[in-house]
């Protein structure tokens, strides 16, 4: 079992930066690859972004591309993902999500994939 536990969003203007912070329990995050979701108010939740569980591989929806950054500290079972030049179209909740990884070649990108998910944090980016 893995409880996961987001921070750091908030109120932020546009072209501005945040920094999520996914807190995960137990002692398997480093054998769970990561995962990044949004859900925008009245939108289905979408995929933002991935890394494998050493943190070799990542993968980005193309929306995001160029400006958020995915990455993890398996010393301290947290995954981050940094938001920088922010739109207001990335207003949403964030969510993290985990599975087990059996390998660190794999990138998921779809909700099905994963088995975790934390009760997500609020991003809102101001125009």
């Known amino acids: 079992q893995v409880h996961l536990i987001e921070s750091g969003g908030g109120l932020v203007q546009a072209g501005g930066s945040l920094r999520l912070s996914c807190s995960a329990s137990g002692r398997t995050f480093s054998t769970h690859a990561m995962g990044w979701f949004r859900q925008a108010p009245g939108k289905e939740r979408a995929f933002v972004a991935t890394i494998t569980r050493d943190g070799g591989r990542t993968y980005y929806d193309d929306t995001v591309k160029g400006r958020f950054a995915i990455s993890r500290d398996n010393a301290k079972n947290t995954v981050y993902l940094q938001m920088n030049s922010l739109k207001p179209e990335d207003t949403a909740v964030y969510y993290c999500?985990?599975?087990?990884?059996?390998?660190?070649?794999?990138?998921?990108?779809?909700?099905?994939?994963?088995?975790?998910w934390g009760q997500g944090t609020q991003v809102t980016v101001s125009s």
């Open positions: 999500a985990a599975r087990y990884g059996p390998n660190s070649e794999i990138l998921y990108s779809e909700i099905r994939d994963y088995t975790y």
